[in-house]
């Protein structure tokens, strides 16, 4: 099976389709989730993911925040014309 049927597949399931940008969170956007959401727990936020290991600072839980879709943020993609799209993390891969 092709992999543009199953994210195919994978939409029509959701009722989600991605209009702009590439299915896959980018390296940009990835450096920024994780930039931001390290200093949020470096100020004091609560973890989204139980500690269970042990973690060295910040950017790793973060990071481990990520990988296990525990961030409840949208990503905004914006097209030249002003049209834009706010896709929810979840249905990006990563």
Not at 1 to 20: D, H, P
Not at 21 to 32: M, N, Q
Not at 68 to 74: F, G, K, M, T, V
């Amino acid at each position: 099976m092709s992999r543009l049927s199953v994210r195919a597949k994978k939409q029509a399931q959701t009722g989600f389709e991605i209009r702009i940008g590439p299915p896959k969170l980018t390296r940009f956007e990835r450096a920024r989730i994780v930039g931001a959401r390290s200093l949020q727990i470096a100020m004091g936020a609560p973890p989204f993911i139980p500690l269970e290991k042990k973690y060295r600072d910040a950017i790793e839980i973060a990071t481990a925040e990520l990988e296990e879709d525990a961030l409840p943020i949208s990503i905004r993609r914006t097209l030249p014309n002003g049209e834009y799209q706010d896709i929810p993390i979840k249905y990006l891969e990563k």
